[in-house]
């Protein structure tokens, strides 16, 4: 890294912190020729990921679209904002930590409902509506006969949540 001010090759690092968010690490530089202090980030490089729709086009994986659908189903329900993006923070990693780069619209909508299961049959049965595209009420019947012969585990006790997690999520694609 070249200092900005006089180029020269060599800095050593005065501090080093991650964001807010822990996707970057800041560091703090000192130019060992002239002293002048300069700042770099260092970041994770994510592998893009493709997604396949259902008429064959492909697209690059959005995180903040799967994170609007999710929000539109679970509006006015008990979902708290802070488990929808825990839920697509758990969707991309897993999609991320995947040996395939391509995935279809199909394997992330069936994901997506894994998760609202355990969270709100009404979020559920909207984000079904959608994705699956219902064309009926016969669909919404369907839908809530599966949802009604596989019963919920019953609620999630916030305070066991971390530890409960690895179970909860723990899905293959
Ligand atoms: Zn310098």
Redesign the pocket.
């Known amino acids: 890294m070249l200092?900005p001010?006089?180029q020269?090759k060599e800095s050593r690092v005065l501090e080093s912190r991650s964001t807010e968010a822990k996707q970057s690490i800041r560091r703090r530089r000192e130019?060992l020729?002239?002293k002048?202090r300069f700042t770099t980030y260092e970041r994770i490089e994510l592998v893009p990921v493709t997604i396949i729709k259902r008429d064959s086009s492909r697209e690059s994986f959005d995180r903040s679209k799967l994170l609007r659908g999710i929000l539109r189903a679970c509006e006015k329900t008990q979902v708290s904002h802070q488990t929808i993006e825990s839920i697509v923070d758990e969707i991309d990693a897993t999609l991320q930590q995947s040996t395939s780069r391509e995935f279809s619209s199909n394997e992330i909508g069936e994901l997506v409902l894994k998760y609202l299961r355990n969270e709100s049959e009404v979020a559920y049965i909207r984000f079904a509506s959608v994705y699956r595209k219902f064309q009926g009420i016969k669909d919404f019947v369907e839908t809530l006969n599966q949802l009604q012969n596989n019963p919920l585990t019953g609620e999630i006790d916030p305070c066991n949540d971390t530890s409960s997690q690895n179970t909860k999520y723990n899905l293959v694609l």
């Open positions: 200092c001010n006089c020269h130019c020729n002239c002048y």
